[in-house]
T-cell receptor, first 114, second 113 residues
């Protein structure tokens, strides 16, 4: 867990603003997963990325949400024009391969939309 | 991925073994059983996984029935810090092709002093 760094840990945005969530994977890990956890609910898969490629985005809302994992730098989850329903904890996990056995989760970013 | 059924909540006394059951009656031959836990407000933590043999590591033991339709996660000496939601997940270990884990509702384990 300690290896995956997410920032910020807490983010407050007003309705209509943009939220950018960053995830730095464990050094050497080229696979990143994003999950969302709404209050009092379970973890829901959003997107799976490898360096510079989106592999599976079947859990991403069709509008306002996007993700990237550039060749250099952290993975970014971007939410445009945030609404109150976007308030949640967003977790990132990384693994050295596509298999999930060795995946480690970060501590999450808690987004609050006011 | 096969569906799993877990009790909503369980209690355990500190120092005693915690046995968390999971039913996965529709599991197929190439699907593994994974266990993760989430301590309040933290990111999920990998515990253990197995295919058909029992497994043990420094955190826990995993007992899988011979027909593979159910399994039990055992925390041999539960501590207060083991209080968490425990998720049982079954999926194919796809290796390099990649896949995600589907988290269900899990079992809220509360370890009491």
């Amino acid at each position: 867990n300690a290896g995956v760094m997410q920032n910020p840990r807490h983010l407050v945005r007003r309705r209509g603003q943009e939220a950018r969530l960053r995830c730095s994977p464990v050094k050497g890990h080229s696979h990143v997963y994003w999950y969302r956890q709404l209050p009092e609910e379970g973890l829901k898969f959003m997107v799976y990325l490898q360096k510079e490629n989106i592999i599976d985005e079947s859990g991403m809302p069709k509008e306002r949400f996007s993700a990237e994992f550039p060749k250099e730098g952290p993975s970014i989850l971007r939410i445009q024009q945030v609404v109150r329903g976007d308030s949640a904890a967003y977790f990132c996990a990384s693994s050295p391969t596509g298999g999930f056995t060795e995946a480690f989760f970060g501590q999450g970013t808690r987004l609050t939309v006011v | 991925d096969a569906k799993t059924t877990q009790p909503t909540s369980m209690d355990c006394a500190e120092g005693r073994a915690a046995n968390l059951p999971c039913n996965h009656s529709t599991i197929s031959g190439n699907e593994y059983v994974y266990w993760y836990r989430q301590i309040h407000s933290q990111g999920p933590q990998y515990i253990i996984h197995g295919l058909k043999n029992n497994e043990t590591n420094e955190m826990a033991s995993l007992i899988i029935t011979e027909d593979r339709k159910s399994s039990t996660l055992i925390l041999p000496h539960a501590t207060l810090r083991d209080t968490a939601v425990y998720y049982c997940i079954v999926r194919v270990a796809t290796g390099a092709s990649g896949s995600r884990l589907t988290f269900g509702e899990g079992t809220q384990l509360t370890v009491n002093p």
